[in-house]
């Protein structure tokens, strides 16, 4: 009987040890009952990050392939690309949420094809940020869609 306290007891212990800032495991699709690594979540928005997609309730958005759709979050601040032109605003976040002050850019004529204006709207309707795994995701104001980054650092 004290060999099993003894295990009861170590295992609860080692339960008490693990980290508290990792991702759950995940189930890998690809190989049925295997189990991914996990990873440190993130713990703020910052860094250097290419739009990808952005989900609305009508319809999935790709980012266009021509043109650079770029956002580097730092302390206090934020700048990137919009298709061919630099922007720059104020960022805001918290724990959760997410936000933009006006958004400054640049008016050079970009080719057609492109959706810099539609990238800084979704930009400017900015509310809660996500990660999944090294994923950005920005979920915009008045559930009218969510923003997906990935890291290019």
Same mark, same amino acid.
């Given at each position: 009987?004290?060999? @099993?306290?003894?295990?009861? @007891?170590?295992? $609860?212990?080692? !339960?008490?040890?693990?980290?508290?800032?990792?991702?759950?495991?995940?189930?890998?699709?690809?190989?049925?009952?295997?189990?991914?690594?996990?990873?440190?979540?993130?713990?703020?928005?910052?860094?250097?990050?290419?739009?990808?997609?952005?989900?609305?309730?009508?319809?999935? *958005?790709?980012?266009?392939?021509?043109?650079?759709?770029?956002? @580097? *979050?730092?302390? $206090?601040?934020?700048?990137?690309?919009?298709?061919?032109?630099?922007?720059?605003?104020?960022?805001?976040?918290?724990?959760?949420?997410? $936000?933009?002050?006006? @958004?400054?850019?640049?008016?050079?004529?970009?080719?057609?094809?492109?959706?810099?204006?539609?990238?800084?709207?979704?930009? !400017? !309707?900015?509310?809660?940020?996500?990660?999944?795994?090294?994923?950005?995701?920005?979920?915009?104001?008045?559930? $009218? !869609?969510?923003?997906?980054?990935?890291?290019?650092?």
């Amino acid at each position: 009987m004290p060999r @099993i306290s003894s295990v009861v @007891i170590f295992a $609860s212990v080692l !339960g008490g040890c693990a980290p508290k800032d990792t991702v759950p495991p995940a189930v890998d699709s690809a190989a049925p009952g295997a189990v991914a690594a996990t990873q440190p979540l993130p713990t703020s928005p910052v860094g250097s990050w290419r739009w990808v997609s952005v989900v609305t309730p009508v319809e999935t *958005i790709q980012a266009p392939t021509t043109g650079q759709y770029t956002l @580097i *979050i730092d302390d $206090s601040t934020a700048n990137g690309v919009a298709d061919c032109n630099r922007l720059m605003s104020k960022a805001t976040w918290t724990e959760t949420q997410l $936000s933009f002050g006006p @958004i400054a850019t640049t008016k050079m004529g970009c080719p057609p094809g492109g959706m810099g204006d539609r990238y800084l709207k979704f930009l !400017g !309707g900015a509310a809660v940020w996500f990660f999944r795994t090294d994923t950005l995701f920005v979920d915009l104001m008045a559930d $009218s !869609g969510t923003m997906r980054f990935v890291r290019t650092e």
